[in-house]
């Protein structure tokens, strides 16, 4: 309810230096925190393991996470059982899959249509193993991750096993484009900036974004304990509030954004600069560092088509595909987890001076672009 009483004024949130932090650094820059009684302190990590357990242990109120940690963190998968939820998606999209340039033309020279990329893999996977070769690796950024699960759901669509065929391996984001380089992994599947960073760095070349897997698909949350929730639903709506501002600034002005993004993610790494930002957030994507940019629709979506709204078709989706890799326990009930997770009702509240959808579910969720 706006105008209730705020039950804790002072804030810790964590986040990674990606691009889709953007709504929490606007926040605090633009003053909407403020707007809404709350004093933020932000707080960078360097992987998403720190992220989870900081949350869990209380360091963080909150903080900008992979949307299946939720899920995750909830049954124990990964880490400590902690109930978390999320009441609010800090936008849709942001992935993409890039390889390493010999991979790519391997595949190019095989097949030249970039949507037929899973099955041409899928002959260069035989031929490494009819040659005694070592299978190729892949790199995601965290297990429980929309990346790992639309690797996985691309490979499959070709009748790629990710746990058989290939090596799959984890790393944090900001060290994918030093293991392309030094030849440790052959491709990586990473939120931006990094597919840009290793584009503009000559080492790899951007197969296809996440969109092309998975069109407007969920990415980062805002994600607290239920119980933190339970005690501060004021709090909580506050923050709400004040993200989904942040959000719907962007979309008129993300490009403004682009030296407050930079000041923060340059601390993370030497390699970013305002050049590796820009695609992602305009939308003018380079596939490879000797082609022109060409406009790939939605590749960040941080306020349109409900892009916040927490919806509970994105929490089912994540729910299957956990469960067809065998991560989920057999007898956890996986319509109230997702329920238990996922929380329209709580964006419905906070933000009940805006048009709300109808429904708690999406209609044509399962636009994929691979089946």
């Known amino acids: 309810m706006i105008g209730a009483k705020i039950e804790k004024k002072a804030l810790k949130l964590g986040y990674m230096p990606l691009s889709d932090c953007l709504p929490l650094l606007v926040a605090q820059q633009q003053g909407f925190f403020a707007k809404q009684g709350i004093n933020v302190e932000l707080q960078q990590e360097v992987s998403w393991a720190n992220i989870r357990d900081k949350v869990i242990v209380g360091h963080f109120d909150g903080a900008h996470m992979l949307a299946p940690m939720v899920l995750a ?26 390889v390493s340039n010999s991979l790519h033309q391997q595949l190019y020279d095989t097949n030249k249509d970039t949507f037929e990329y899973a099955h041409t893999l899928k002959q260069l996977i035989q031929q490494r193993k009819d040659h005694g070769l070592p299978a190729l690796v892949f790199a995601t950024v965290y297990p429980y991750s929309c990346h790992n699960l639309q690797l996985r759901y691309w490979l499959g669509s070709a009748g790629i096993d990710p746990d058989n065929d290939i090596e799959l391996v984890i790393l944090p984001p900001s060290q994918m484009v030093d293991h392309l380089k030094l030849q440790h992994i052959d491709g990586f599947l990473a939120g931006a900036p990094w597919n840009s960073v290793a584009i503009l760095q000559g080492i790899g070349h951007c ?9 407007n698909s969920p990415e980062k949350v805002l994600a607290v304990t239920q119980e933190w929730a ?11 509030r004040a993200l989904y501002e942040a959000c719907h ?18 601390l993370s790494s030497p390699l970013i600069d305002q050049e590796c930002l820009v695609p992602a957030i305009t939308g ?50 996986c319509d109230e987890l997702i329920i238990q997770c996922y929380r329209p009702d709580i964006y419905r509240a906070a933000l009940n001076h805006i048009p709300l959808p109808t429904s708690d579910y999406q209609e044509n969720i399962n636009n994929h672009n691979n089946s």
Do not use: C
């Open 73 to 98: 963190s909830s049954v124990g998968l990964g880490g400590l059982k902690k109930p978390l939820i999320t009441a609010f998606s800090l936008g849709l999209n942001g992935n993409a899959l890039t």
């Open 207 to 215: 197969l296809l974004t996440g969109a092309d897997i998975w069109q």
């Open 230 to 240: 339970e005690e501060n639903p004021n709090t909580h709506h506050a923050l709400i």
């Open 249 to 266: 600034w962007l979309e008129n002005n993300a490009a403004k954004a682009l030296p407050l993004l930079e000041q923060y993610l340059s």
């Open 284 to 333: 003018e994507y380079v596939f490879s560092n000797n082609e022109q940019e060409r406009k790939v629709p939605g590749t960040l979506i941080f306020n349109r088509l409900m892009a916040n709204f927490p919806w509970l078709s994105h929490a089912q989706w994540i729910a299957d595909q956990m469960k067809r890799w065998g991560w989920l326990p057999k007898n956890i009930d």
